[in-house]
């Protein structure tokens, strides 16, 4: 009996270890395949994405590393001798009026716009959400108000110019309450303030529409209960609205603050900087400097210390969330 299981055993064994062999063959052959076909999906995800990492290191990687290189040398585009200069640009920059002015000049203006602009919108989304019961024809009013966030800023500039000068609508309307309005783009004085009635006007559409989209998540349960706890309107929207709007918020105050250390477009259409310097800005700064006065590296170094700044205000705006911005979990 013992020789017929020796011998049982003895059959057995090269069959199952030629059928393990072939289940670990075809386990391999599956994982080849399997390996094979993976590779063939990562080749054709990476080939759909391409063009969009070569346009990005072309069109916003390269002349990033360009820039950092040429703001340490002396790069004149014609005429003068290259050369390698260190952190004079920076020194430089630091030491001209026309910079320093123009780091006034641009926090004056996101200091003004940046509160303006997000008030305004936030009041007009605030009327013209699903819970405003003032205004009638709501959707026209939204339509009317992002219009002019839609519009090339050349044509915002152009009408504005309209209203500003000497003869124009906003020293008429002045004239009606016995004001003599001044010259707006000729007054060192009052070309930016000018300016900035343009930005506000022209920016706040767009971040009304995202006010306007945070209002419609929040739930109408919550302001319920808060009026049955005997809460007012401007309480519900103190303690109810703002703390489940403060993600939006968040998100709309670093996107305005950097478009307004960016501004360039009106001050090129309207003032060119002047007069004198009162509404020169950073970004108009790098444009005389690099393409009108051919010194590519120190408008590189302006370009830098603008990157910094911004930088710096987008970190502490970061950091500073986790006091007022409630996220729901």
């Avoid at 001798?81 to 260190?86: C, I, K, T, Y």
């Avoid at 968040?250 to 501004?263: D, G, M, N, P, Y």
């Avoid at 009162?278 to 590296?297: D, K, N, P, R």
Wanted: contains cysteine; hydrophobic residues 50%; charged residues 10%.
């Amino acid at each position: 009996m013992r020789s017929v299981n020796t011998d049982a055993v003895r059959e057995i064994e090269p069959r199952v270890m030629r059928e393990g062999g072939e289940a670990r063959g075809d386990t391999g052959a599956r994982g080849g395949r399997f390996r094979s076909e993976r590779r063939k999906e990562a080749i054709f995800g990476y080939s759909f994405v391409a063009p969009n990492f070569i346009g990005f290191a072309l069109f916003v990687g390269f002349p990033v590393v360009a820039s950092a290189i040429l703001s340490l040398f002396n790069w004149p585009l014609t005429g003068q001798r290259r050369g390698f200069v260190g952190l004079h640009n920076y020194v430089a920059a630091f030491n001209s009026p026309v910079f320093l002015a123009a780091l006034h000049n641009t926090a004056y203006y996101a200091v003004v716009y940046v509160p303006f602009s997000m008030a305004i919108a936030l009041f007009c989304a605030s009327m013209l959400s699903s819970r405003g019961r003032l205004i009638i024809g709501k959707r026209v009013y939204r339509i009317i108000f992002l219009l002019p966030a839609i519009t090339p800023v050349v044509t915002n500039a152009v009408i504005f110019s309209l209203i500003f000068q000497q003869n124009g609508l906003a020293n008429r309307l002045l004239e009606v309450v016995g004001i003599r309005g001044p010259n707006w783009f000729a007054s060192e004085t009052f070309a930016m303030p000018a300016i900035l009635v343009m930005s506000i006007w022209q920016g706040f559409g767009y971040n009304m529409v995202l006010f306007a989209a945070a209002l419609e998540g929040i739930p109408q349960y919550l302001y319920d209960a808060a009026a049955v706890d005997g809460a007012n309107a401007v309480r519900q929207f103190r303690h109810v609205t703002l703390p489940l709007l403060s993600p939006a918020t968040f998100f709309v105050l670093v996107t305005t603050t950097i478009s307004a250390f960016q501004v360039f477009g009106q001050i090129y259409v309207l003032t060119l900087g002047g007069p004198g310097n009162s509404t020169t800005t950073i970004v108009y700064s790098i444009y005389e400097e690099a393409f009108q006065l051919f010194h590519l590296g120190y408008a590189s170094a302006f370009a830098w210390v603008l990157f910094v700044i911004i930088l710096v205000l987008t970190v502490v705006n970061f950091f500073g969330q986790k006091r007022w911005v409630h996220y729901e979990h």
